[in-house]
């Protein structure tokens, strides 16, 4: 499988009816740029505010996901992120002229099919993956909720659902998806499922105005009395008779498509509530009892997560075999004694790249600075995290023997604790902007430890040998 960012080839268009709010909307998906993620779009508002599928903008989690965001609001989105996660899809936008996604048969599967028409293409930038460093759990003893993730070997991104629906109809019921091309076929079109008990109270409180038997799979696991019934029945702007007697057992005999297929759905909700953390996932997430509010709290918690590790010092483990060892850099880096700083890359993508350099008493420049206290210069501080970027940026070139490197500015540097023999250098250097026209914008960074040592951003030019 490609770890490319995708989009979709082309926009694709479909109506339909929001379940809550019971209005007609019509919505079309269509391509956007790296990592743009999902973005929704209300054309039907002056400005066309944008709302951005983002954990923190979760404003209700009442009967599904709503976000808000620029004066704007979006509901029910859990189904469509869910289908575009599952698909592997990284970057779409989504405009609609109604406030709430329209909800079609309660599943994925008609927004798997939408795509799967549009059809999906690969873009230059690899996939933005999370993966968790350890353990992370949320519980909510009040409410029962339990949830878990810990990371994979094999980095897949897996769920594992338990639903105890304390009713005799269903009992306890489990789910689970070992690797994300299993949610076409498995998850994508289990339907979402009210106890009736509950439809009753939903339409007392004004909401599923575009509810129907068709959209939803209704359980009923007690006898209603007449009066109820004929409101049921007004809801979904049917005549009493069209409908199956209502007795114990599911509303209008519907067959289930699995005989799992509400935990499946639980399931499908936690994909695509924690597609709002803004990244695909690589870890086993464990869920019982979820729910919407659940989900999106443990979203929260991954999302503070990835902030806290993305500014945290790289992890450098010594027995772990490098991506290039000093014989590699050599092949790519003109520099030589006494002035090759970087002695081995443990970890080079398109984006970003992290070098070792050892610093030991041995270095020439300590003879001079200072005899009596050894202190690394500042501006070789600066050029070892130049010729790391350096690596980078040859990366991006299909013969990097031919080419060099060169320093066109500096900016923001800024020094934060002397560097001295015995101390091991970590420089993370990563692109602020895309390369264009061999020009190279990066954000670096040297660590001793998990201290920050100096950090600036450095521009340079990668040119062509004659």
């Not at 989009?7 to 339909?16: A, D, I, N, P």
């Not at 993730?149 to 789910?175: C, I, K, W």
């Not at 190279?440 to 004659?466: H, I, P, S």
């Amino acid at each position: 499988m490609s770890d490319k960012q995708k989009t979709l080839k082309q926009e694709v268009s479909f109506t339909g009816i929001g379940l809550h709010t019971g209005k007609h909307v019509n919505l079309t998906l269509k391509p956007a740029p790296v990592d743009n993620w999902f973005v929704f779009r209300r054309v039907d508002m002056e400005g066309s505010p944008e709302i951005k599928a983002d954990v923190d903008n979760v404003f209700s989690t009442q009967r599904g996901t709503s976000l808000r965001e620029n004066g704007a609001e979006v509901h029910t989105t859990e189904h469509l992120l869910a289908a575009m996660l599952g698909l592997g899809i990284d970057n779409a936008c989504i405009e609609l002229d109604g406030p709430e996604i329209p909800i079609l048969d309660g599943s994925s599967r008609y927004f798997v099919d939408a795509i799967k028409k549009a059809g999906t293409q690969e873009q230059e930038k690899d996939k933005n993956y999370f993966t968790l460093p350890h353990n992370v759990a949320y519980e909510d003893e009040e409410k029962e909720i339990e949830m878990l993730a810990v990371p994979t070997d094999g980095g897949e991104f897996r769920v594992t659902v338990m639903v105890d629906y304390n009713s005799p109809l269903l009992g306890t019921q489990h789910a689970h998806m070992y690797h994300i091309g299993e949610f076409e076929e498995e998850i994508s079109n289990c339907r979402t499922f009210v106890f009736l008990r509950e439809l009753i109270q939903l339409v007392n409180a004004g909401l599923i105005k575009g509810g129907d038997v068709d959209n939803a799979i209704v359980m009923v696991d007690t006898e209603l009395e007449e009066e109820e019934k004929d409101k049921l029945a007004s809801a979904f702007n049917r005549e009493k008779s069209e409908l199956a007697s209502v007795g114990i057992g599911i509303l209008n005999n519907v067959d289930l498509r699995f005989e799992n297929e509400p935990a499946r759905h639980k399931l499908l909700d936690i994909i695509g509530d924690l597609a709002l953390v803004g990244r695909p996932i690589r870890g086993h997430i464990l869920a019982a009892r979820p729910g919407h509010y659940g989900n999106t709290k443990f979203g929260k918690i991954i999302k503070n997560l990835m902030k806290s590790e993305d500014k945290a010092a790289p992890k450098y483990d010594p027995n772990i075999a490098p991506v290039a060892d000093i014989n590699d850099i050599t092949k790519l880096l003109p520099h030589r004694y006494p002035f090759l700083l970087v002695d081995k890359i443990i970890h080079l993508d398109e984006q970003k790249v992290i070098g070792i350099k050892n610093v030991t008493r041995n270095e020439p420049f300590f003879d001079g600075h200072f005899p009596t206290e050894p202190v690394m210069p500042g501006v070789l501080l600066i050029e070892a995290m130049a010729q790391t970027g350096g690596i980078l940026v040859l990366n991006s070139v299909d013969d990097p023997e031919n080419y060099s490197t060169y320093f066109l500015k500096i900016n923001n540097v800024k020094f934060k604790k002397k560097v001295i023999p015995g101390d091991t250098l970590i420089m993370d250097c990563r692109l602020i902007a895309p390369i264009r026209r061999g020009i190279c914008q990066m954000e670096a960074k040297a660590y001793v430890g998990d201290t920050v040592v100096c950090e600036g951003d450095l521009v340079a030019q990668v040119v062509k040998e004659k």
